[in-house]
């Protein structure tokens, strides 16, 4: 019964990641339909990052009024909404209108099924939830380009999405039964079940909850950073040519995802801290070959793999480790703030980088991703610090 739950939990996962690449697949197809600039999409992104760190700190008092079950299934029929609200929109103010409840429904799903995994399943399970979110990130712009080939527009390939996030919530409200059970089996658990009376700012006083946020931030900016700058650092500054730079740029985020899966084998063996300090030396290590200049391309362009199965596991491991690191009762408000600090990180920093490099060029790509790498170690280990002392 356990596994049944987890499985419809990953289902879940992979239906909270089919909208996250939706937008960068279709906008080129979009936005002259739509008749606005190309950089318009920037706007849709940030009113969907805004709405999902709102959620995200609001998913504890969600929480302690309702279960889990019937939060999750209307936040998805709420994401399922949205994406046919996208499949209709002929105006570009209502992409805009969709994109709030889009960004509410993302953030009380993320936060609400991390803490629940966490408090529930293995470190293994962690990474492989986090893993099917990559599964469903990666199918959507194949959903999205299926629809462009086919001539119907893409439209089309928002109202696909909209169906099979439909049929996830047809699955999840089946499932309440299952959820009732495990409630019941954990119930001698009782402090698996409280929730956090604390305000955000008494929250953030708990000690090592700003290193954690600080973590959380300086992850995402890496990782986001070197997504969306990579391949223009090959190109500009290694010379490399663009169609070999944008496939190995991809094969970024499938390092993540294969390193993801395979962390699940040894995530349980090694402990999250452990695995932790292993990813950041792994992204040490692929930082290292695309700064230095090596004789072969291939040499430069396997170390964006190594970033990504560096990254893999931190995340995940992260957030497992909240409840151990600040209690069960405050586990679904920290993994709230964490995640609002993710989503913060992620969205911010890597137009930042964009900015600076403005003025200093994109060779200082390497230093960057440096910068951060070294700021989450020191984060995560001031955090380990603190709760260890508390």
């Given amino acids: 019964m356990f596994l049944l739950l987890l499985a419809i939990i990953y289902l879940a996962f992979i239906g909270l990641g089919l909208p996250a690449s939706l937008l960068g697949s279709a906008w080129p197809s979009m936005y002259s339909q739509l008749e606005v600039p190309l950089a318009y999409a920037g706007l849709v992104s940030i009113l969907i990052t805004i709405g999902t760190v ?8 969600l929480g302690r009024r309702f279960n889990i079950a019937p939060i999750i299934t209307v936040s998805m029929l709420i994401s399922a909404a949205s994406m046919f609200g996208f499949a209709t929109a002929d105006r570009f103010w209502l992409l805009c209108l969709y994109a709030i409840p889009l960004g509410l429904a993302t953030g009380v799903i993320d936060a609400s099924l991390n803490n629940y995994v966490a408090l529930h399943y293995s470190s293994k399970a962690m990474n492989w939830l986090h893993c099917f979110w990559a599964v469903g990130a990666s199918i959507s712009p194949y959903i999205m380009g299926f629809a462009l080939t086919r001539g ?4 089309q390939g928002y109202l696909i999405v909209s169906l099979l996030l439909m049929g996830v919530t047809v699955i999840l409200l089946a499932s309440f039964p299952l959820w009732r059970k495990h409630k019941a089996i954990v ?3 009782s402090s698996s079940e409280i929730t956090s009376s604390l305000r955000l700012l008494q929250l953030i006083k708990l000690p090592g909850v700003k290193m954690a946020m600080l973590a959380f931030i300086a992850y995402c900016g890496l990782e986001m950073t070197a997504a969306l700058w990579a391949s223009s650092y090959l190109v ?4 490399i040519h663009p169609d070999i730079a944008a496939r190995y740029g991809a094969l970024f985020f499938i390092g ?3 390193g993801r899966f395979f962390s699940g084998f040894i995530s349980d063996r090694l402990g999250d801290r452990k695995i932790i300090r292993l990813g950041i030396s792994i992204i040490l290590i692929g ?3 695309v700064f230095l200049p090596l004789p072969v391309d291939w040499m430069v362009l396997g170390g964006l793999i190594i970033i990504g199965l560096g990254c893999a596991p931190i995340f995940p491991a992260l957030i497992h480790a909240t409840p151990v690191n600040f209690g069960k009762e405050h586990s679904q408000a920290v993994i709230g703030v964490q995640m609002a600090s993710a989503y913060t990180g992620a969205t911010f920093l890597p137009p930042l980088f964009g900015f600076i490099a403005g003025f200093t060029g994109i060779a200082i790509l390497p230093i960057v991703l440096l910068f951060w790498a070294v700021v989450m170690m020191v984060a995560v280990g001031r955090l ?5 002392v508390s």
Avoid: C, K, Q
């Fill in 384 to 388: 380990n610090r603190l709760v260890d």
């Fill in 256 to 258: 993540v995802m294969a």
């Fill in 54 to 61: 709102v959620s995200s700190l609001w998913a504890d008092r």
């Fill in 152 to 155: 119907t527009g893409w439209s």
């Fill in 236 to 239: 500009s500054h290694r010379n």
């Fill in 287 to 289: 930082i290292l070959a």
């Fill in 187 to 189: 119930a001698n658990d």
